[in-house]
């Protein structure tokens, strides 16, 4: 079967991962579908199993899920874990049901075991409990992997799992309450310029954290179709930078350095989730990911341009 006649569905094709896909699919020979909820409840079984009937993909690209920042995950626990279970076990069910060979589906790093030793590889994913923040939202996404793994073993399939550090881009969620940090950050440091008020930034800003662009992880994501073979890949790169190197990076780009605060009465969340790249360096040595700042320009650039949007500020 060669390219032409491959179709791929792609599932949260309208989020941050979705629309990056979106953009340079035309570069690649497959045929796309991209789905978002406005196409099928992914929560509702009969649906999904009706629109997958009518699209029959032979391969399924599985981005959609319930997702947010940390205090969105600590304050709807079950949510995260309803939802993500719901969406995760119909989307899996339903390809095998329709004899979809490969699935391509997305984990994160903040899965994995808290109390742990660093660098996280892929081998270590059920060693132990996710941090608190998280945990509903950690397990239901480790079920996904153990589902993925239950049909390689039972039915042959190419079920692969990849696992991305935070990933931040154009077209994010700049939610104040539920976004992750740099959307999150970049939303605020706007508003507090605006009103010429303290650009706060909530706990000490100690953590570290890994960010990949969007757009990075969308060339990996349809780069690994012809390369993972019924696994995990963490995709991420090496370098780490704490909330404080990040929020200093956003207020630069509105010139509003020396207006940033720390709220330590906030959570700071996980300290860090260092992940081992090394799989993937071994996979594509030639990669380069996207400066952090480049992408942070980028994607103030972005929220910038699109304010005036009332869907860029919910
Ligand atoms: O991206 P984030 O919300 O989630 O980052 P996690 C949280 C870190 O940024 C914490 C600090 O250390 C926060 O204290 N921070 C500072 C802020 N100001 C803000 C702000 O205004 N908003 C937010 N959101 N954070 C998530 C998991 O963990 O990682 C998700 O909860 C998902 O499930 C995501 O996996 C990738 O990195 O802590």
Redesign the pocket.
């Known amino acids: 079967m060669n390219y032409m006649s491959k179709t791929i569905l792609v599932t949260g094709a309208s989020g941050l991962v979705g629309t990056a896909i979106r953009k340079i699919a035309p570069l690649y020979g497959y045929k796309f579908v991209f789905s978002g909820s406005k196409d099928c409840d992914l929560t509702n079984y009969e649906q999904t199993n009706a629109y997958f009937n009518k699209e029959r993909p032979d391969i399924v690209i599985h981005l959609a899920a319930c ?8 304050n709807n626990k079950v949510q ?1 874990l309803e939802q993500n279970l719901l969406i995760n076990f119909n989307v899996l069910k339903c390809c095998h049901n329709i004899g979809v060979h490969q699935c391509i589906c997305v984990l ?4 994995f075991p808290d109390k742990t030793t660093y660098p996280i590889d892929e081998t270590m994913l059920h060693n132990g409990p996710p ?1 608190f ?2 945990d509903a ?2 397990y239901a996404k480790r079920m996904m992997e153990i589902h993925c793994s239950a049909y390689n073993e039972q039915y042959g399939t190419n079920y692969s799992c990849i696992i ?4 931040y881009g154009p077209n994010d969620n700049y939610s ?7 959307p ?2 970049i939303h ?1 440091c706007y508003l507090a310029k605006q009103q010429c008020a303290p650009f ?8 570290l ?1 890994q960010f990949i662009f969007a757009q990075d992880l969308a060339i990996l994501i349809l780069s690994c179709i012809d390369r993972l073979k019924r696994e995990m890949l963490i995709v991420s790169p090496s370098e780490e930078y704490s ?1 404080k190197d ?2 200093t990076m956003i207020a630069r780009e509105y010139s509003y350095e020396d207006k940033i605060v720390f709220n330590s009465t ?5 300290y860090k ?1 260092t992940a081992n790249n090394a799989k993937l360096i071994e996979i594509f040595p030639e990669f380069k990911f996207t400066p952090i700042e480049e992408g942070i320009r980028e994607s103030v650039d972005y929220f910038r341009y699109n304010y005036s949007n009332p869907n860029c500020r919910k």
């Open positions: 997702v947010g920042g940390l205090y969105k995950n600590m995260m994160s790093t903040c899965i941090h923040s998280n939202y950690a991305p550090c935070n990933i104040l309450e539920d976004g992750h940090v740099i999150s950050l605020k706060e930034v909530r706990g000490t800003g100690a953590p954290r909330i990040v929020a906030y959570s700071d969340g996980q989730k």
